[in-house]
């Protein structure tokens, strides 16, 4: 199927093609049509998938149908974190560059007020928010949702865990009945599926597996390592590998993040911190940074798995595993972006096997163990038992970290 196919304003099909997509994903064939036609959407769809356009470009054709009237706001996107509102937003400048006129801004915590104000006095077609926020200016009477048409709620799970039910109930009262819901959500069950049946009317509910050519194509693998020094010094060894273009390591916690970007920066790595105790201005530099290619190392916390879409990085390292096995495929979903290879590499303490056997299990999938030669762990750590799934070991490409710096599976 083409882009020229799904009936959508031609200056978005010219926005899609100079973006340089060939054709909708699965998520996109699915959820345009239905949503153009108005009605309510439940999408289930993986990360990488493409649903931000699946969402954008339905709500973009609308707004391009006609023109607003006064200062009401027609589309309003909820998302959980500011870094996926900015991630959005630029998606909303990519795909609405040919439409005159559009004016779309963010309202995210984190960012001062007096930009914010500035932006709503005028008129605004669509925004995109974190709930607290918006509900800060809804109910100063700072932003209109009586003409809204639309609502996307973008990663519906993310949000209702950190906590914005009560924001989004609140929310959810000043927007007219009369309007079009989509919500996007990795699971759609539980109180997922209770918000649904709040928020939307007889919708229609896609769920999506990857895409031909777009699934997420990354290879996983696991190295145990005996203490803290032991994972630094094979952090050390993985970043000198030559196929690694640009890294993500994730840990635990922001002092860490800190420590290990400051290791890594006297070794001689050109690196980066990002983590929630930096303001936004130094977020978005860094951000930036690594989006220019003068950043090869991200050292983030958690914050950074969500909405961080830069197609240079090759490699996620978990220098410490997630607490959730959730977040591990979050995590490993920075690399790999719209169809393109990845490498996703955990280190785990001996005594995690069981965090490691949730992912597996969570994600049906093995995680290879591997070693570096010369930095093999003390301990012995093997993995005997398999995990319920039969799904086969990740496939091996010879393109990437693995074989070449040493490793053995
Ligand atoms: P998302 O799932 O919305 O985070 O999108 C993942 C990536 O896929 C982003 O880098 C998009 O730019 C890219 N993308 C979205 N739609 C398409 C498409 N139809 N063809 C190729 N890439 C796409």
Not at 6 to 34: E, F, M, R, S
Not at 77 to 95: D, F, G, K, M
Request: charged share 25%; with cysteine.
């Amino acid at each position: 199927m083409a882009f020229a196919e799904l009936d959508l304003n031609p200056l978005l099909v010219k926005a899609a093609t100079a973006a340089g997509y060939l054709q909708p994903t699965a998520v996109q064939q699915q959820a345009i049509p239905a949503a153009l036609s108005g009605r309510d959407l439940l999408v289930s769809s993986q990360t990488g998938s493409g649903k931000t356009a699946a969402f954008l470009l339905p709500c973009l054709h609308r707004l391009a149908e006609k023109p607003g009237i006064g200062k009401q706001t027609r589309v309003l996107v909820l998302t959980p974190t500011r870094e996926l509102a900015q991630q959005i937003l630029r998606s909303a400048e990519t795909y609405g560059q040919f439409l005159p006129g559009l004016r779309s801004i963010i309202l995210a915590g984190g960012a001062p007020f007096g930009p914010q104000l500035r932006q709503l006095e005028r008129r605004v077609d669509l925004i995109v928010a974190t709930p607290g926020r918006l509900l800060d200016h809804l109910q100063r009477g700072r932003v209109d949702l009586s003409g809204l048409q639309t609502l996307v709620l973008d990663e519906a799970d993310r949000m209702l865990d950190m906590g914005f039910t009560d924001d989004l109930d609140a929310i959810l009262a000043k927007a007219p009945d009369a309007r079009q819901t989509l919500l996007f959500s990795a699971t759609l069950e539980g109180v997922v599926g209770r918000l649904a049946m709040r928020v939307t009317r007889d919708p229609l509910r896609i769920e999506v597996e990857a895409a031909p050519g777009m699934e997420v194509r990354i290879e996983q693998s696991l190295l145990f390592a005996d203490d803290r020094s032991h994972k630094a010094k094979l952090l050390d060894s993985v970043l000198r590998d030559v196929s690694l273009s640009q890294a993500v390591v994730f840990t635990a916690t922001k002092r860490s993040a800190d420590e290990i970007s400051g290791e890594l920066r006297q070794q001689g790595h050109a690196v980066e911190a990002l983590h929630g105790d930096m303001n936004q201005r130094e977020r978005n530099w860094t951000l930036q940074q690594l989006r220019t290619g003068r950043v090869r190392v991200l050292v983030a916390t958690d914050v950074a798995a969500r909405g961080l879409d830069v197609p240079g990085i090759t490699h996620v390292i978990n220098f410490d595993l997630p607490r959730k096995a959730e977040d591990y495929v979050h995590r490993i979903g920075r690399t790999g972006r719209a169809g393109r290879e990845g490498v996703a590499i955990s280190f785990a303490a001996h005594q995690e096997k069981r965090l490691v056997r949730d992912i597996e299990r969570y994600t049906a999938q093995t995680i290879r163990v591997g070693t570096i030669v010369g930095l093999e762990p003390k301990a012995r750590s093997s993995m005997p038992s398999r995990p319920r799934s039969s799904a086969p070991a990740p496939r091996r490409s010879s393109g990437n970290g693995g074989t070449r710096s040493g490793w053995r599976a």
